[in-house]
């Protein structure tokens, strides 16, 4: 059927082999192409299935504003659906994240709040003060509604059980709010999977990875279930970088930081696993929005 909106483009995402990253003797490994969603990022899937179900649960209204915290991939997907929808959008994000993600959110017409480097949750404060007046505002509330990891499992997990035939020995991915990770994890285990989840975060507390949150115990999203994931682990700024760097020049794909830090830790588990096992990594928003960083040229 042909679709009827871009909100019809969501997901269905392509699972793509790397080819020159991975040697003999090391487990196939799969890029989840996360970022090919319609505004950029895996995020275009929760914020329409939040407000899906907000809207047929009767708790958003037509005059809400919708707010959240995004690091900006969110704020980018919820500028383009409230627009699609007809809402009015504003988000709430820290002010060192990069300008490309501003440009594009004012340029979906969503008005950005900026709130201080210095402390990495500032945005989700400010988000959840804001959120107290229910009657202008309707609270998205990646970080707690149960729609963001729903929509991982309906979504994102059923199409890699499709994807993969049901033969995927370890999954990897970076954490923002986990949504992705918890979704993923408890699909593949409902289909009987016993596959190794693994969670990527940033080495560095002030980390350029934007989009995970690095665990110093400040901050644990309400949708987050340790139990789910089998491996943490770290990955820093520069080997994150690097790996994004050469996903473009050897595998022809531009993507986010966010991208190179899952590919490295899938890299290394292909390595331990060895061949015949499968390994996918989440690739979750596309290079573009970092022109202004060192991403290309390196540091
Ligand atoms: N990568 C990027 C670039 C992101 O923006 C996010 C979400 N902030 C993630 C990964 C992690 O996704 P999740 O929120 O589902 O854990």
């Given at each position: 059927?042909?679709?009827?909106?871009?909100?019809?483009?969501?997901?269905?995402?392509?699972?793509?082999?790397?080819?020159?990253?991975?040697?003999?003797?090391?487990?196939?490994?799969?890029?989840?192409?996360?970022?090919?969603?319609?505004?950029?990022?895996?995020?275009?899937?929760?914020?329409?299935?939040?407000?899906?179900?907000?809207?047929?649960?009767?708790?958003?209204?037509?005059?809400?504003?919708?707010?959240?915290?995004?690091?900006?991939?969110?704020?980018?997907?919820?500028?383009?659906?409230?627009?699609?929808?007809?809402?009015?959008?504003?988000?709430?994000?820290?002010?060192t994240?990069?300008?490309?993600?501003?440009?594009?959110?004012?340029?979906?017409?969503?008005?950005?709040?900026?709130?201080?480097g210095?402390?990495q949750?500032?945005?989700?404060?400010?988000?959840?003060?804001?959120?107290?007046?229910?009657?202008?505002?309707?609270?998205?509330?990646?970080?707690?509604?149960?729609?963001?990891?729903?929509?991982?499992?309906?979504?994102?997990?059923?199409?890699?059980?499709?994807?993969?035939?049901?033969?995927?020995?370890?999954?990897?991915?970076?954490?923002?709010?986990?949504?992705?990770?918890?979704?993923?994890?408890?699909?593949?285990?409902?289909?009987?999977?016993?596959?190794?989840?693994?969670?990527?975060?940033?080495?560095e507390p002030h980390s350029r990875?934007?989009?995970?949150?690095h665990?110093?115990?400040?901050?644990?999203?309400?949708?987050?279930?340790?139990?789910?994931?089998?491996?943490?682990?770290?990955?820093?700024?520069?080997?994150?970088?690097?790996?994004?760097?050469?996903?473009?020049?050897?595998?022809?794909?531009?993507?986010?930081?966010?991208?190179?830090?899952?590919?490295?830790?899938?890299?290394?588990?292909?390595?331990?696993?060895?061949?015949?096992?499968?390994?996918?990594?989440?690739?979750?928003?596309?290079?573009?929005?970092?022109?202004?960083?060192?991403?290309?040229?390196?540091?």
């Amino acid at each position: 059927m042909s679709p009827t909106s871009v909100l019809d483009c969501i997901g269905n995402t392509p699972l793509l082999p790397v080819r020159r990253m991975v040697t003999p003797g090391m487990a196939a490994v799969y890029l989840k192409m996360e970022a090919w969603n319609p505004s950029g990022s895996l995020k275009d899937r929760i914020v329409k299935m939040i407000l899906e179900r907000a809207r047929a649960e009767g708790r958003l209204k037509p005059h809400h504003i919708i707010i959240d915290a995004s690091s900006g991939n969110t704020g980018i997907a919820l500028g383009m659906i409230a627009r699609v929808l007809g809402y009015r959008s504003r988000i709430f994000m820290p002010e060192t994240k990069t300008i490309e993600r501003r440009k594009i959110m004012q340029a979906w017409g969503t008005e950005v709040v900026l709130t201080s480097g210095a402390d990495q949750n500032s945005h989700i404060w400010a988000a959840e003060e804001a959120a107290r007046d229910t009657e202008t505002y309707f609270y998205l509330n990646q970080n707690g509604d149960p729609g963001n990891w729903l929509a991982h499992y309906h979504g994102t997990g059923s199409e890699l059980l499709a994807q993969t035939e049901g033969r995927l020995d370890c999954f990897v991915a970076g954490v923002g709010t986990g949504g992705m990770l918890m979704g993923v994890s408890r699909r593949l285990a409902d289909a009987g999977l016993a596959t190794r989840i693994v969670a990527v975060e940033p080495a560095e507390p002030h980390s350029r990875i934007e989009g995970l949150l690095h665990f110093d115990g400040s901050y644990t999203p309400p949708i987050w279930e340790s139990h789910r994931v089998h491996a943490h682990v770290q990955v820093s700024d520069e080997d994150a970088f690097a790996t994004a760097r050469r996903m473009m020049r050897e595998e022809g794909l531009f993507c986010g930081p966010s991208a190179g830090a899952a590919l490295f830790a899938a890299l290394e588990e292909a390595r331990r696993l060895g061949g015949g096992k499968v390994v996918v990594a989440a690739a979750c928003d596309r290079g573009e929005r970092y022109l202004s960083t060192r991403l290309i040229e390196g540091d």
